[in-house]
Each structure stands twice: as structure tokens, then as C-alpha cells.
């Protein structure tokens, strides 16, 4: 079982920049892929970015291949989103989820919500205009 758990979300200007980090716990947490997905008001749950266990791959989103970024830190069992040139388009919650097959990730799984097998609760991004 893993336990995820997002933070970094805020009130942020057009144009900023934020860092929200997903904390994973659990005996097997290094095991899984990560992927962020995110869910403005009245729209469905859309796939932003993803990363493999190894953190040798990473995968976008078209729309925001060019703004965001996603790593991780091993030893701190986290994987970080790097948001930037933010506008209030990115407005939505934030959430990361683990994925437990590697086969399934890189067969296209990373951009499916329904292939993830756990969830964060979400942290709410807002940028104001």
C-alpha cells in the first residue's frame, strides 16, 4: 500500500512560478511510477505529468510540456511538479497517484487516471489574473 500527499498549492499572479511536492510513504513507495493529474471546476480530471520508478522517463501533457516539469528525489520519497509562467488556465486541484505496473506505464498507462491504483487528496493551485 502507499500513501500519497501533495502540499505546495497557494493564491499565486498571473505569470508566477510553484513547486508542489508528492510525498509518498509505504513500504513499497519507491516502486511505483507518479503521475499528476489535475481537475478545474466543471471539467474532468486531465493528465499533466508523469514520471517512472527509475525517474529516467518523464511524460507531458502537449499543453504543458513547455511550462511544467516533473522530478523526483529518491532518498526524500518525493516527486516534485515544477509549475511555471502560470496563468489562471492552471487553476484547478492538483493531485498525484502511483501507478504499480511498469508495463502498463509505458504502454500509455502514465496518461490514464484509471491505471493509477492510489491517490492524494489534491492541493488547490488559484492563479488570480
Known amino acids: 500500500h502507499v500513501q500519497l500527499q501533495e502540499s505546495g498549492g497557494g493564491f499565486v499572479q498571473r505569470g508566477a512560478s510553484l513547486r508542489l511536492p508528492c510525498a509518498t510513504s509505504?513500504?513499497?513507495?519507491?516502486?511505483?511510477?507518479v503521475g499528476w493529474f489535475r481537475q478545474a471546476p466543471g471539467k474532468e480530471r486531465e493528465f499533466v505529468a508523469a514520471?517512472?520508478?527509475?525517474?529516467?522517463?518523464?511524460f507531458y501533457a502537449d499543453s504543458m510540456k513547455a511550462r511544467f516539469n516533473v522530478s523526483k528525489d529518491n532518498a526524500k520519497k518525493t516527486v516534485y511538479l515544477e509549475m511555471n509562467s502560470l496563468s489562471p488556465e492552471d487553476t484547478a486541484i492538483y493531485y498525484c497517484?502511483?501507478?504499480?505496473?511498469?508495463?502498463?506505464?509505458?504502454?500509455?498507462?502514465?496518461?490514464?487516471?484509471?491505471?493509477?491504483?492510489?491517490w492524494g487528496q489534491g492541493t488547490q493551485v488559484t492563479v488570480s489574473s
Open positions: 497517484a502511483a501507478q504499480s505496473s511498469s508495463v502498463t506505464f509505458f504502454s500509455g498507462g502514465y496518461s490514464v487516471r484509471e491505471q493509477y491504483d492510489y
Open positions: 514520471i517512472s520508478w527509475s525517474g529516467g522517463s518523464t
Open positions: 509505504g513500504r513499497a513507495g519507491l516502486s511505483y511510477a
